[in-house]
């Protein structure tokens, strides 16, 4: 049984990629942290199901966040009021 000649490969070369130009908005937010900060600063507030949809949460992560980040970490006060059969959450300033 002879040998059979081996295959190499050859990898592709690590070359850079060129940095392709990114849409920079002053107004959009870099994370979903800030995302939720700057809905909440909004005059009629917004629901946990608005978050939610708006960062791919789930309900009680958003519930999580409002409770450890923003009121404890941040030490912000977070009120929340039902609207129309709705709980809608807002920050001041």
């Keep these: ?44 507030g ?9 960062t791919g949460w789930q309900n009680h992560s958003v519930r999580g966040f409002l409770s450890g980040t923003v009121k404890k970490k941040l030490g912000r006060e977070v009120t929340s009021e039902v609207v129309d059969g709705e709980r809608r959450y807002r920050m001041a300033g």
Excluded: N, Y
């Design 1 to 44: 049984m002879a040998k059979s000649a081996r295959k190499t490969t050859t990898k592709p070369s690590k070359t850079p990629k060129t940095a392709q130009p990114v849409a920079a908005t002053a107004s959009a937010p870099k994370t979903k942290s800030a995302a939720v900060l700057a809905l909440l600063r909004s005059k009629d």
């Design 46 to 54: 917004i629901t946990i199901t608005e978050i939610a949809s708006a």
